[in-house]
């Protein structure tokens, strides 16, 4: 009964949040509405028993994805309404609508089709996190170093990207310089 | 009772955020007159009753009160100027809630966790929400349309990411030592002792990544000697900058709870947490006569010197003194009730449960003891170094504290597997 | 009695999280209505403006510095570390030496990554120097 009502609660404010992110032309609000939206999906987690997931969740998503965002937001004017010129009105929903159907599909073919059971299921003597860590440090050892590589990939090409004029130093420069630099940026 | 002992870490929680507050501010001010050499706060006084000046910070929150509350013209976005303050106070408090304050306690067949949040994960809950808190310092940056503001927000959100892996990485190193992720059975797990003599605290077996936790835990509330995000000197007050009134004060008394969730968590994972040292909850309750008897004679001892002190010095004027007799009557009275209940719980002998109540209680004082221990220590660091430079704050985090933890993970893993514990 | 939600171990952070939004929301409404009545108002039309000196002023800065950014990113990537991390802290005990070489492989490839950052300047602060 609880947690029926707490995961209607949830799915409607996660959907009312990422409705507003999706449709807002501010992107202040966007932001906001998203690590809102981020947040709520964690309880989801939570009224499932996994404490692990719903935590990581929150630091992962909430924390850090969200702290980039924020920071790639601080580039440009936030208090200016973004102007959007959409050329194509018509595909663009419908290729949306047609991905979201997939991804129901995908998920609701194993419920409707048979009667699943869980790999892993929670056993109460272990703890949430404990159980993750036998199986993710021994079946999926593999995707594990993988992801080692991932991250590796990800923050060399991030430094790449976002460092091109890091071995700069602007206050060595006159003001004069700066301002041209700055021109040729921008 | 059970939904009473269900409530009841709750209403802790709310004690130990909320009305330590005001006793916080209160202390820093009258540290910071300490160690300067002043006086602080000690007129402020009700019919001549001063306490020690801990009226003071009763009168500045009616002076915020009374404030008047305008919204500067310039600032578009209302809803997220009045969201921001809420955001920092809300976070701030709901980290707190995952500290255990006393060992688990059975009553009626139930066992209960004195613990608002009785869940495994409370560490990471806690780096989690303190996490989120950053979103109420980036909105109020923004939101406020003001260059020192945005300046302070960026400051304090690259501050508070960039120690926030130190500290995840000087967590995991407490993880391996205690092999588990309840902070209560880390708890537990100092109330043993190390070769017999030295109690088990997380300080004596990780004293590097405990340094490395408090400093991290330092940075990650934004205090001083990390204050650069509101440096005053440079930036005004940041991101508060164009807060008045009642909305600065949830600013301000989000980062006392901060505070005080800070070092209650360094409490809870370095120094033992609630536990007495070398009294565990077993041995007390083998020897709770024992105990009864020691408070019987601690408590008119400690009280009686406090009386002597407060004698000593808060004689100046007539007003001092009657407010000192008035005080000396006071705690003798309540000494004395306290003996007399002493004497008829010993004379009638405690039954099982009767006694972890006791030592119930007995571990939430000490708890509080050592939180404002710790918060004071976070007072003393402030007031006695100066303010990092950026630049150095971004170093310390970035070149030597996580190195560090990296090495200090490594060599207690290669410890725990040759030890073979 | 075991079914009530006050078992529910979420039930504490459910209802501190309703009494901090009640606190404050309090508070907001309290503060306004007590300053509206009681505090001294003035309408001075420059405490309404934004705090700063000069006769202009000026905007909002649009210019970051891409330091913070870089940070940001750098952070993200060790906090999924870290993430990873944990589960293995806990379960180092079962694991044992084959968990420790695991995560040796997985901390020297981030480590590399790291070293490069360091390398290539991406943890100084420029401006400053």
């Given at each position: 009964?609880?947690?029926?009502?707490?995961?209607?609660?949830?799915?409607?404010?996660?959907?009312?949040?990422?409705?507003?992110?999706?449709?807002?032309?501010?992107?202040?609000?966007?932001?906001?509405?998203?690590?809102?939206?981020?947040?709520?999906?964690?309880?989801?987690?939570?009224?499932?028993?996994a404490d692990f997931m719903g935590v990581v969740q929150i630091i992962v998503y909430s924390g850090a994805v969200m702290a980039l965002y924020a920071f790639g937001m601080m580039f440009f004017d936030t208090t200016r309404e973004l102007k959007e010129k959409p050329t194509k009105t018509r595909l663009v929903p419908i290729l949306g609508a047609l991905a979201a159907l997939l991804v129901v599909l995908m998920v609701i073919a194993p419920v409707v089709g048979e009667n699943i059971t869980a790999h892993y299921p929670i056993d109460v003597a272990i703890g949430n996190s404990q159980a993750i860590g036998m199986v993710l440090f021994t079946k999926y050892l593999v995707p594990f170093e993988l992801a080692a590589v991932m991250l590796l990939v990800a923050m060399i090409g991030g430094i790449v990207l976002a460092g091109k004029m890091m071995d700069e130093d602007y206050s060595s420069l006159s003001e004069e310089q700066i301002d041209e630099k700055e021109g040729a940026v921008s | 009772m059970h939904l009473f002992m269900i409530l009841f870490p709750i209403?802790?929680?709310?004690?130990?955020?909320?009305?330590?507050?005001?006793?916080?501010?209160?202390?820093?001010?009258?540290?910071?007159?300490?160690?300067?050499?002043?006086?602080?706060?000690?007129?402020?006084?009700?019919?001549?009753?001063?306490?020690?000046?801990?009226?003071?910070?009763?009168?500045?929150?009616?002076?915020?009160?009374?404030?008047?509350?305008?919204?500067p013209a310039h600032i578009k976005q209302k809803f997220y100027y009045i969201l921001a303050p809420g955001i920092v106070f809300g976070a701030a408090f709901l980290s707190f809630i995952v500290v255990p304050y006393a060992d688990d306690i059975t009553l009626d067949g139930f066992t209960y966790h004195i613990q608002a949040l009785p869940i495994e994960l409370g560490i990471l809950w806690f780096v989690a929400i303190a996490s989120l808190g950053v979103y109420g310092i980036i909105i109020a940056g923004w939101s406020s349309h003001n260059k020192y503001s945005i300046l302070g927000a960026l400051r304090a959100s690259s501050q508070v990411i960039s120690y926030e892996i130190a500290m995840g990485l000087a967590i995991v190193s407490f993880l391996i030592t205690y092999d588990s992720i309840s902070l209560n059975t880390m708890v537990q797990a100092q109330g043993e002792l190390l070769f017999g003599f030295i109690p088990a605290?997380?300080?004596?077996?990780?004293?590097?990544?405990?340094?490395?936790?408090?400093?991290?835990?330092?940075a990650e509330t934004n205090r001083a000697p990390f204050d650069a995000p509101e440096g005053e000197s440079e930036i005004v007050a940041a991101y508060h900058t164009e807060y008045s009134a009642m909305k600065f004060a949830l600013f301000f008394m989000g980062e006392y709870i901060a505070m005080s969730a800070s070092s209650a968590i360094i409490?809870?994972?370095?120094?033992?947490?609630?536990?007495?040292?070398?009294?565990?909850?077993?041995?007390?309750?083998?020897?709770?006569?024992?105990?009864?008897?020691?408070?019987?004679?601690?408590?008119?001892?400690?009280?009686?010197?406090?009386?002597?002190?407060?004698?000593?010095?808060?004689?100046?004027?007539?007003?001092?003194?009657?407010?000192?007799?008035?005080?000396?009557?006071?705690?003798?009275?309540?000494?004395?009730?306290?003996?007399?209940?002493?004497?008829?719980?010993?004379?009638?002998?405690?039954?099982?449960e009767q006694s972890s109540v006791g030592i119930m209680i007995l571990q939430i004082l000490s708890f509080a003891f050592k939180v404002m221990l710790m918060n004071f220590v976070f007072v003393w660091v402030r007031w006695t170094f100066p303010r990092f430079r950026y630049d150095q704050i971004q170093h310390l985090g970035w070149k030597i504290l996580i190195p560090l933890a990296l090495l200090n993970i490594f060599f207690t893993a290669i410890f725990v597997i040759l030890a073979g514990v | 009695m075991e079914h009530i939600p006050v078992d529910h171990p979420y039930f504490g952070v459910f209802l501190l999280f309703v009494i901090t939004f009640g606190a404050f929301y309090m508070t907001t409404?309290?503060?306004?209505?007590?300053?509206?009545?009681?505090?001294?108002?003035?309408?001075?039309?420059?405490?309404?403006?934004?705090?700063?000196?000069?006769?202009?002023?000026?905007?909002q800065p649009?210019?970051?510095?891409?330091?913070?950014?870089?940070?940001?990113?750098?952070?993200?990537?060790?906090?999924?570390?870290?993430?990873?991390?944990?589960?293995?802290?806990?379960?180092?005990?079962?694991?044992?030496?084959?968990?420790?070489?695991?995560?040796?492989?997985?901390?020297?490839?981030?480590?590399?990554?790291?070293?490069?950052?360091?390398?290539k300047g991406a943890l100084e602060w420029h401006s400053i120097k």
């Amino acid at each position: 009964m609880f947690e029926a009502i707490a995961f209607y609660l949830f799915s409607f404010l996660t959907i009312v949040m990422f409705w507003i992110t999706v449709t807002t032309k501010h992107s202040l609000y966007a932001l906001t509405a998203l690590a809102a939206g981020m947040i709520f999906i964690s309880a989801f987690f939570f009224i499932l028993g996994a404490d692990f997931m719903g935590v990581v969740q929150i630091i992962v998503y909430s924390g850090a994805v969200m702290a980039l965002y924020a920071f790639g937001m601080m580039f440009f004017d936030t208090t200016r309404e973004l102007k959007e010129k959409p050329t194509k009105t018509r595909l663009v929903p419908i290729l949306g609508a047609l991905a979201a159907l997939l991804v129901v599909l995908m998920v609701i073919a194993p419920v409707v089709g048979e009667n699943i059971t869980a790999h892993y299921p929670i056993d109460v003597a272990i703890g949430n996190s404990q159980a993750i860590g036998m199986v993710l440090f021994t079946k999926y050892l593999v995707p594990f170093e993988l992801a080692a590589v991932m991250l590796l990939v990800a923050m060399i090409g991030g430094i790449v990207l976002a460092g091109k004029m890091m071995d700069e130093d602007y206050s060595s420069l006159s003001e004069e310089q700066i301002d041209e630099k700055e021109g040729a940026v921008s | 009772m059970h939904l009473f002992m269900i409530l009841f870490p709750i209403m802790l929680t709310l004690i130990f955020s909320l009305v330590t507050i005001p006793l916080l501010v209160w202390m820093e001010r009258r540290v910071a007159a300490l160690i300067q050499n002043r006086l602080g706060p000690n007129r402020c006084n009700i019919k001549g009753m001063r306490l020690g000046g801990i009226i003071q910070p009763i009168a500045d929150m009616m002076k915020l009160i009374f404030k008047e509350e305008f919204y500067p013209a310039h600032i578009k976005q209302k809803f997220y100027y009045i969201l921001a303050p809420g955001i920092v106070f809300g976070a701030a408090f709901l980290s707190f809630i995952v500290v255990p304050y006393a060992d688990d306690i059975t009553l009626d067949g139930f066992t209960y966790h004195i613990q608002a949040l009785p869940i495994e994960l409370g560490i990471l809950w806690f780096v989690a929400i303190a996490s989120l808190g950053v979103y109420g310092i980036i909105i109020a940056g923004w939101s406020s349309h003001n260059k020192y503001s945005i300046l302070g927000a960026l400051r304090a959100s690259s501050q508070v990411i960039s120690y926030e892996i130190a500290m995840g990485l000087a967590i995991v190193s407490f993880l391996i030592t205690y092999d588990s992720i309840s902070l209560n059975t880390m708890v537990q797990a100092q109330g043993e002792l190390l070769f017999g003599f030295i109690p088990a605290w997380g300080i004596i077996m990780q004293p590097l990544a405990g340094l490395i936790f408090i400093v991290t835990a330092f940075a990650e509330t934004n205090r001083a000697p990390f204050d650069a995000p509101e440096g005053e000197s440079e930036i005004v007050a940041a991101y508060h900058t164009e807060y008045s009134a009642m909305k600065f004060a949830l600013f301000f008394m989000g980062e006392y709870i901060a505070m005080s969730a800070s070092s209650a968590i360094i409490v809870t994972l370095l120094f033992g947490g609630y536990q007495i040292p070398f009294l565990n909850t077993q041995v007390m309750h083998q020897h709770i006569n024992l105990v009864l008897i020691a408070l019987l004679i601690l408590v008119p001892l400690l009280s009686m010197g406090f009386i002597r002190w407060m004698q000593k010095n808060n004689s100046c004027d007539l007003s001092h003194r009657r407010e000192t007799k008035y005080a000396t009557i006071l705690i003798t009275v309540f000494v004395i009730c306290f003996e007399s209940f002493l004497f008829y719980l010993l004379s009638s002998g405690l039954s099982y449960e009767q006694s972890s109540v006791g030592i119930m209680i007995l571990q939430i004082l000490s708890f509080a003891f050592k939180v404002m221990l710790m918060n004071f220590v976070f007072v003393w660091v402030r007031w006695t170094f100066p303010r990092f430079r950026y630049d150095q704050i971004q170093h310390l985090g970035w070149k030597i504290l996580i190195p560090l933890a990296l090495l200090n993970i490594f060599f207690t893993a290669i410890f725990v597997i040759l030890a073979g514990v | 009695m075991e079914h009530i939600p006050v078992d529910h171990p979420y039930f504490g952070v459910f209802l501190l999280f309703v009494i901090t939004f009640g606190a404050f929301y309090m508070t907001t409404v309290a503060a306004r209505w007590a300053s509206h009545k009681l505090a001294a108002k003035t309408s001075e039309k420059i405490k309404l403006s934004v705090y700063e000196c000069g006769p202009e002023i000026t905007k909002q800065p649009s210019r970051i510095s891409t330091q913070f950014y870089l940070f940001a990113l750098l952070f993200l990537l060790f906090d999924v570390e870290v993430v990873f991390m944990f589960p293995w802290a806990i379960d180092f005990k079962l694991l044992g030496w084959f968990g420790f070489v695991e995560m040796l492989t997985f901390i020297l490839l981030l480590t590399v990554g790291f070293l490069y950052a360091w390398k290539k300047g991406a943890l100084e602060w420029h401006s400053i120097k």
